[in-house]
């Protein structure tokens, strides 16, 4: 399996910026594919997650509400959505995959490189 992050960048406070995950190498209906961010000094935090079979999500409680996570199956791609940014969400950006599990257990099977998403104030 095999996963290609991209859509990071620069963005102002306030403003919006869409990050996909390209996932080759398997059939993803059984899988989950998570979103999680690292920034310097900090330790990696899960942001969110989506059951790829039936959609349906997680999110950490410090994006709920502005970021999205969603799929296209034909694509087998996944994307996250992220709208009302601010300097905070400043990090390097993980998708992942596993296959199975909960939503929220952060134990996946494969990475993706990194993204960095950087908000200015």
């Known amino acids: 399996v095999q996963l290609q992050a991209s859509g990071g960048g620069l963005v102002q406070a306030g403003g919006s910026l869409r990050l996909s995950c390209a996932a080759s190498?398997?059939?993803?209906?059984?899988?989950?594919m998570g979103w999680f961010r690292q920034s310097p000094g900090k330790e990696r935090e899960f942001v969110a997650a989506?059951?790829?079979?039936?959609?349906?999500?997680a999110y950490a409680s410090s994006v709920k509400g502005r970021f999205t996570t969603s799929r296209d199956n034909a694509k087998s791609t996944a994307y996250l959505q992220m709208n009302s940014l601010n300097p905070d969400d400043t990090a390097v950006y993980y998708c992942?995959?596993?296959?199975?599990?909960?939503?929220?257990?952060?134990?996946?099977?494969?990475w993706g490189q990194g993204t960095l998403v950087t908000v200015s104030s």
């Open positions: 989506i059951r790829w079979s039936v959609g349906s999500t």
């Open positions: 992942a995959a596993k296959r199975g599990g909960t939503l929220s257990g952060t134990n996946y099977d494969y």
């Open positions: 190498g398997d059939t993803f209906s059984g899988y989950i």
